[in-house]
């Protein structure tokens, strides 16, 4: 078992918050130091409760790290002797284990306990570093090398952060703090470098892959409030969640953006939804006619009569008792469409339905007369927008790079059914 976890829980102003605990003081003692950083650098910049979680976890491997080794990471950074060089290696040996292997290896970890004088002299950097063949018969697992390189830059920023703090505490020993600039510098540099490059060039993308239309038909059939096979409780609930997948189906929004509509997000007469809470940019996307009819009948028949304590928050997606809905309660949702409606895939969810989203957008691109349809560059901007992504980003071009190669790849299935139909007239 891992020395610390990340608990989130929501505040009373109903956003959800994440605390880095560690479990071995105590019954779970928050660190402090992480939760500041998580605090100032995420959490105000209004970056997304998962990254949060995401962040602070990475950050409990480095101090769990630096735990079996006999030190506290923190301690070191902030008035230690800071980090070596050499830490740099096996921190980012460490980081690029999977949290099983994590453990494994902080179980056998010898703590440092000499004092920094009686460590052993490391003449050359290569002299730190371990065996490639000894690594290749290695029995700790490897992380996928893009999450490793994540959680590298994270815990190569949050040193920095703590390079920053201390050497603003340290303008009037101006030689000290010069010297730890030096080194502080080194350090971080050499930890970025060892974040593993991850090229996507040339790959089919098939993490982007969405489900066909035909299914996104038979689970909107499904979802219908009163339908026959519609595989939730009458009432609220089917109307709630059919509300749910409506939105998700017309604006590709993320799940956590729309757990956070509340109800004056939706304009009815306007047919327009404003995302306010995003991991990325706010925005306002269109909704279809029928997604505004399914907002305004579930407001009359339902959520107007829900408690005036849960009305004041706004959230418009509650349980029936005006709770705010978890992450892990709208995932409970399509986790029961895929049991219950018949042919549906076993990877939907709601990102699928995102990932859907841009299929249908990329298909009314090429459905445009030529001389309505927008360049390239163009559609990726537009889709950037209405997908919250930043203007120059690249996400737009990924989903319109796979879309080509789709469309490619049928091209080539027809070419290749027609020249199987020539080979046999010609026999």
């Known amino acids: ?97 999977t949290a099983a292997s994590q453990v494994e290896w902080a179980a056998r970890a010898e703590p440092a306990s000499m004092s920094p004088r009686k460590r052993p ?11 490639l063949r000894r690594l290749e018969v290695s029995e700790y697992q490897a992380a996928d090398p893009a999450e490793t390189a994540t959680r590298i830059r994270w815990v190569a920023s949050y040193i920095e952060w703590h390079l ?4 603003g505490s340290l303008e009037r020993r101006q030689r000290e703090s010069e010297n730890l600039q030096e080194l502080g510098k080194a350090v971080v540099t050499r930890l970025r470098q060892r974040a593993p490059r991850v090229s996507r060039e040339g790959e089919d993308e098939p993490t982007l892959e969405g489900v066909d239309r035909e299914i996104l038909q038979r689970i909107e059939q499904a979802m219908l409030p009163g339908a026959e096979q519609n595989p939730f409780t009458p009432g609220f609930v089917q109307l709630r ?19 956070e509509a509340k ?30 009819d399914a907002f305004d009948t579930f407001i009359e028949e339902y959520w107007a009569h829900l408690s005036r304590e849960a009305r004041r928050r706004g959230f418009l997606f509650t349980d029936e008792k005006g709770r705010h809905l978890s992450l892990r309660a709208i995932n409970r949702v399509f986790e029961r469409v895929r049991v219950k409606i018949p042919g549906v895939p076993n990877f939907l969810a709601p990102h699928t339905v995102r990932r859907s989203w841009n299929d249908q957008f990329s298909a009314t691109i090429d459905s445009l007369p030529p001389d309505k349809r927008p360049s390239v560059a163009e559609e990726v901007r537009m889709r950037n927008r209405l997908q919250g992504w930043a203007g120059d980003s690249t996400m737009g071009g990924r989903y319109a790079k796979r879309h080509t190669r789709r469309k490619a790849d049928n091209i080539a299935e027809t070419l290749a059914a027609n020249l199987m139909l020539d080979a046999g007239k010609k026999d």
Do not use: Q
Request: proline share 4%; aromatic share 8%.
């Open 121 to 131: 002299t490391v003449v050359r950097l290569e002299d730190a570093r371990p065996d």
């Open 1 to 97: 078992m891992l020395p610390f976890e990340v608990r989130r829980f929501p505040s009373r102003s109903g956003l959800e918050l994440a605390v880095l605990l560690d479990r071995e003081r105590g019954h779970g003692v928050p660190a402090f130091w992480p939760n500041v950083y998580a605090t100032i650098e995420y959490r105000k910049t209004s970056r997304s409760p998962n990254t949060v979680v995401k962040v602070l976890r990475t950050l409990g491997m480095a101090r769990m790290w630096a735990a079996a080794l006999g030190r506290s990471l923190d301690d070191d950074l902030r008035r230690g002797g800071f980090l070596s060089l050499v830490d740099v290696e096996s921190l980012a040996d460490f980081l690029c284990l």
């Open 164 to 167: 920053g703090l201390r050497l």
């Open 263 to 292: 109800a004056d997000h939706i304009k009815y007469s306007i047919r327009r939804f404003e995302i306010h809470t995003s991991k990325t940019f706010s925005r306002t996307v269109p909704i279809n006619l029928k997604t505004a």
């Open 241 to 259: 969640n059919y509300l749910l997948w409506r939105l998700l189906l017309d604006t590709g929004a993320r799940r956590a953006e729309v757990r």
